[in-house]
């Protein structure tokens, strides 16, 4: 419950940055034609949010919250997911909240490393978690390919 509280939390925080300008901002800037309609990447976004979850769940299920011999420092794998989320949350703030894709290109290109250093971590203990990340890693990718095409449309 706690991972998908912490995924869908993040979900709900960017969703009000999101709200702050896609009805407005996000309306008047140019994209390509490609680009996918709201619905289809909120449903997109719910299916994402779920899985990167049951990922983390499935990982912490091999590990739990701390190290070896009940070492008190936190699991690697648990940090980079952290990481990852932070800056999931972000790239809202920063495309729609600050209405800068410029900003938003820069944190998409942390974020697809920090989901890469995550599925790494997380698939030597979950194959399954690690295979559910692969879908967020691709839709990232995307996202970025589409977050550039929107900078370039309309830099300065």
């Known amino acids: 419950m706690l991972f998908l509280g912490a995924c869908y939390g993040v979900a709900a925080l960017g969703g009000i940055a999101t709200a702050s300008s896609v009805g407005t901002w996000y309306q008047t800037i140019r994209k390509p034609e490609w680009t996918p309609s709201g619905q289809v990447i909120g449903t997109v976004w719910t299916f994402l949010y779920g899985m990167m979850a049951i990922s983390a769940w499935l990982a912490w299920r091999q590990t739990g919250w701390c190290g070896s011999m009940g070492q008190a420092w936190v699991q690697p794998w648990l940090i980079a997911f952290g990481i990852q989320l932070a800056l999931n949350l972000a790239?809202?703030?920063?495309?729609?909240?600050?209405?800068?894709?410029?900003?938003?290109?820069?944190?998409?290109?942390?974020?697809?490393?920090?989901?890469?250093?995550?599925?790494w971590l997380i698939w030597p203990l979950s194959r399954v978690g690690g295979i559910l990340l692969l879908p967020y890693l691709a839709w990232v990718s995307f996202a970025g390919v589409l977050n550039f095409v929107i900078w370039w449309m309309n830099r300065g």
């Open 91 to 119: 790239w809202s703030w920063l495309f729609f909240g600050l209405r800068s894709p410029g900003l938003a290109m820069i944190d998409i290109v942390l974020l697809w490393a920090a989901i890469l250093v995550t599925l």
